[in-house]
T-cell receptor, first 115, second 114 residues
Framework: KAGVTQTPRYLIKTRGQQVTLSCSPI?????VSWYQQTPGQGLQFLFE???????NKGNFPGRFSGRQFSNSRSEMNVSTLELGDSALYLC??????????????FGEGSRLTVL | DQQVKQNSPSLSVQEGRISILNCDYT??????FLWYKKYPAEGPTFLIS???IKDKNEDGRFTVFLNKSAKHLSLHIVPSQPGDSAVYFC?????????????WGAGTKLIIKP
């Protein structure tokens, strides 16, 4: 069974640009969550999608947005990039009936560097 | 305001000995706790969980202890092996709220010395 796939794995952008990251969940999983990981900060929750609807949202500015498609694939977008957006962005999928039961399956992440 | 705290950024343990990773939380509504392990260049993987109705859960070499009165949980790894070297994240949730998201600690890097 294929795992969670994130693309691209690495990317470099400059301030002011925008970026789109993609996540393909495990087949059959309907929930996709996005997290930002920075050193010393753990995993900060961005948002969660279930059946194409945003079910929950973390405390990030509106520059961070996402969507989910009918095949459960998800994208997140960050506009007007800032230096502080440099981070590892992790996508996690789960069967998803409930957002909080915790057994999430993570992808390897997309490492974003903003110069 | 960090609701889940892992106060040790790193921990070094001799191979074969016990590794104890600690996690404190502040929100008394949390009723479900998890540990994840993360290797470099990989996503975190689920390790073990515990519900607040229990004070201990064991899975092979891994045991999680929960002390609700102290709002503290710990992960014990016995015996520690080189492959256990990784970053360990503690996470907490409130199961009664189906939309409640996991709250994560900052992680503890465990180094197993041969």
């Amino acid at each position: 069974k294929a795992g969670v796939t994130q693309t691209p794995r690495y990317l470099i952008k400059t301030r002011g640009q925008q970026v789109t990251l993609s996540c393909s969940p495990i087949s059959g999983h309907r929930s996709v969550s996005w997290y930002q990981q920075t050193p010393g900060q753990g995993l900060q929750f961005l948002f969660e999608y279930f059946s194409e609807t945003q079910r929950n949202k973390g405390n990030f500015p509106g520059r961070f947005s996402g969507r989910q498609f009918s095949n459960s694939r998800s994208e997140m977008n960050v506009s007007t990039l800032e230096l502080g957006d440099s981070a590892l962005y992790l996508c996690a999928s789960s069967l998803g009936d409930r957002a909080n039961t915790g057994e999430l399956f993570f992808g390897e992440g997309s490492r974003l560097t903003v110069l | 305001d960090q609701q889940v705290k892992q106060n040790s950024p790193s921990l070094s343990v001799q191979e074969g000995r016990i590794s104890i990773l600690n996690c404190d939380y502040t929100n008394s509504m949390f009723d479900y706790f998890l540990w994840y392990k993360k290797y470099p260049a990989e996503g975190p993987t689920f390790l073990i969980s515990i519900s607040s109705i229990k004070d201990k859960n064991e899975d092979g070499r891994f045991t999680v202890f929960l002390n609700k009165s102290a709002k503290h949980l710990s992960l014990h790894i016995v015996p520690s092996q080189p492959g256990d070297s990784a970053v360990y994240f503690c996470a907490a949730s409130h199961l009664a709220d189906s939309n409640y998201q996991l709250i994560w600690g900052a992680g503890t890097k465990l180094i197993i010395k041969p």
